[in-house]
């Protein structure tokens, strides 16, 4: 595992450590989080990507919104941005899976494209070799996550997930259909990457007014996980990810 990505593993270990120690309940978003880290820092030594140096420095990137976020919340939490607040501020007898759902929505839909803006020049954008290159492992993040999936089902059931005999039956659908979900949200994040792309082109202040439109939509996502009903129904008709409209 890389030297950066071995960092953001001990400095999430320290937080998560923290947090447990409360028994705040973003305790199971950031364990799901720091397992997959590590996960996605065992890909990279395998060879899994094309180029692992910017897979590296775009994952310790990534992860520094969501701590820097944390952060926010844990000093001030009307500091931290309405996504985060939301996901954050939710009720901590929610069952561990809603917690890791909210701080899934906020993460990818808010943090991910700009993340990728910062690690993606314009001219990287520009040239299609390039931009390929970056889409293409992007895309392949989706195969560690895949990868994941059961086991953080049966680590988030030890945590103390409430399990009925249907939610049982149904957990090899949810896994399937929680695949397709962050296939489809990544599509999402990539064209809304490409619309914050073209605003920092335009100057600071185009760009602070996308990203504002961006946080707005994202936080409408997670607000709409904490609406009561079958959340797994409302993301299969509206989809998991959220879409910028063209500026």
Known sequence: MG???AALVAHMEEQLGSLEAERDPGRFFLGVYLRTTVAVGAAIDA??????AWVEEWDVDFAGLYLDALTAHRRDPASAPRPWRLAFGARPELPPEAHVLLGMNAHINLDLPQSLVRVIPPAEFDDPATSDL????HERIDRVLASRVAAEDAELHRAGGRRTRLDRLL????RTASQVFLRESRRKVWANARHLDAARRRGPEEYARRLAELETVAAAGVDDLLRPGP???RLAVRGFGVTLPPG
């Open 3 to 5: 030297r950066s990505v």
């Open 47 to 52: 060879g899994a990507f094309e180029d692992p």
């Open 134 to 137: 970056r889409r293409r492992d």
């Open 171 to 174: 957990a090899p659908v949810n």
């Open 231 to 233: 959340v797994l129904v």
